[in-house]
């Protein structure tokens, strides 16, 4: 369980194609408070940490990656050099800033503008349809692993929708959400809260 407060930036500095993908990625933890088997969350994708080594502030962590989470995830995303958002396994008695997020990726969206407003940079994300239902203004949603609200909703003819995020200058710097760029790809997950009231409501039906 995650709260989508990123805290720290990650860098994948190996991959290698086994039976799963594995891959190492350089971080600024102390490598002593990362547990094998511990849960970190990358850009919104929970997994499991199968080794790590390093010195604090200059650490590593590997863990491998199924090709379902592959296929589910954002495209080009588990490649060298790609930046990732790390999160932590929420604890009992942490602040929870963000809101309940799972780490599992609902679907992935495209970004199809980015523009600024004020001192914020303004995101419209497409959403395909399967998902649009789960999406309300002033709601929350998970993009790549960072809690956001959402601004406002516009649906599409085909049943998607496009929604838009204001990102501030200062989530902007300690993500990799101020380097988006239109036609970008995102991870998303919708609130879990929207999923079970979005199930009662079939049920009922």
């Known amino acids: 369980m995650f709260t989508g407060i990123v805290s720290a930036l990650g860098t994948i500095s190996a991959t290698d194609q086994r ?65 990732l958002n790390l999160e932590r396994a929420l604890k009992l008695g942490d602040e929870l800033g963000g809101h309940i997020v799972t780490g599992h990726v609902d679907c992935v969206g495209e970004v199809v503008s980015v523009g600024a407003e004020g001192d914020s940079t303004r995101l419209a994300i497409r959403a395909p349809a399967e998902f649009a239902a789960y999406i309300a203004a002033k709601g929350s949603i998970t993009v790549d692993g960072v809690s956001l609200t959402v601004n406002a909703v516009d649906d599409l003819s085909d049943g998607g929708c496009t929604f838009t995020l204001n990102i501030i200058p200062h989530t902007g710097e300690v993500t990799t959400l101020g380097a988006l760029e239109a036609g970008d790809h995102v991870n998303l997950e919708i609130d879990v809260l929207a999923r079970y009231l979005k199930r009662m409501q079939a049920l009922a039906g």
């Open 19 to 83: 039976g799963d993908l594995h891959v190492t990625i350089a971080c600024p933890y102390d490598p002593d408070s990362i547990a094998i088997g511990a849960s970190i969350a990358c850009s919104g994708v929970c997994l499991t940490v199968v080794d790590r080594g390093g010195s604090a502030g200059d650490s590593w962590f590997s863990v491998d990656v199924s090709g379902e989470t592959v296929s589910r995830s954002a495209p080009g995303m588990w490649t060298d050099g790609r930046r």
